[in-house]
């Protein structure tokens, strides 16, 4: 079974500039959570998504947006990108999201802004 | 509010000799328990798992200890060697008021030849 994959991996944006990263879950998954890594801070939690419908978002600006589509896969936008904006995204994906749900990640794309 | 703490920024540690990453948690709702291992430029990899109802896991070199009252839980490697050398996350989940995994700031272990 394949795992989570994102694309792009790598891009360079200026500010200014929006950005759309791609998530296509592990297969029969149907949960899709973000995160953005950043150095020292961890896995900040961005949101997650289920059956196309955003249930949980964590404490990012209006700026970072998501969506999933029927078939599980997800984009997520950052609007007006800032300098510090750069970091890894991370989506990961599980079979429903429950709680007692492992969740799995891809290798992340990596985003810097100029 | 960080409501997974993993205070260690770092460990090195001996080849052949035990690992012990440490995390606590603040948060009571918290029911569901994990450890990721990254290496550089890639994603996190899924290691080992507890649930709330146990308090030992075990997985081959790997052991996941929760003790609840504490709000604390261990990861134990053992032997450790040259190639467990990574960041370890300790992430949890459960039911406190939305559908998400809550990761710590990570350990990152070095493991001596």
């Known amino acids: 079974k394949a795992g989570v994959t994102q694309t792009p991996r790598y891009l360079i944006k200026t500010r200014g500039q929006q950005v759309t990263l791609s998530c296509s879950p592990i297969?029969?998954?149907?949960?899709v959570s973000w995160y953005q890594q950043t150095p020292g801070q961890g896995l900040q939690f961005l949101f997650e998504y289920f059956s196309e419908t955003q249930r949980n978002k964590g404490n990012f600006p209006g700026r970072f947006s998501g969506r999933q589509f029927s078939n599980s896969r997800s984009e997520m936008n950052v609007s007006t990108l800032e300098l510090g904006d750069s970091a890894l995204y991370l989506c990961?994906?599980?079979?429903?999201?429950?709680?007692?749900?492992?969740?799995?990640f891809g290798e992340g794309s990596w985003l810097t802004v100029v | 509010d960080q409501q997974v703490k993993q205070n260690s920024p770092s460990l090195s540690v001996q080849e052949g000799r035990i690992s012990i990453l440490n995390c606590d948690y603040t948060n009571s709702m918290f029911d569901y328990f994990l450890w990721y291992k990254k290496y550089p430029a890639e994603g996190p990899t899924f290691l080992i798992s507890i649930s709330s109802i146990k308090d030992k896991n075990e997985d081959g070199r790997f052991t996941v200890f929760l003790n609840k009252s504490a709000k604390h839980l261990s990861l134990h490697i053992v032997p450790s060697q040259p190639g467990d050398s990574a960041v370890y996350f300790c992430?949890?989940?459960?039911?406190?008021?939305?559908?998400?995994?809550?990761f710590g700031a990570g350990t990152r272990l070095f493991v001596k030849a």
């Open positions: 992430a949890a989940s459960g039911n406190t008021g939305g559908f998400k995994t809550i």
């Open positions: 297969s029969g998954h149907r949960s």
């Open positions: 990961a994906s599980s079979d429903d999201g429950t709680f007692g749900n492992t969740i799995y």
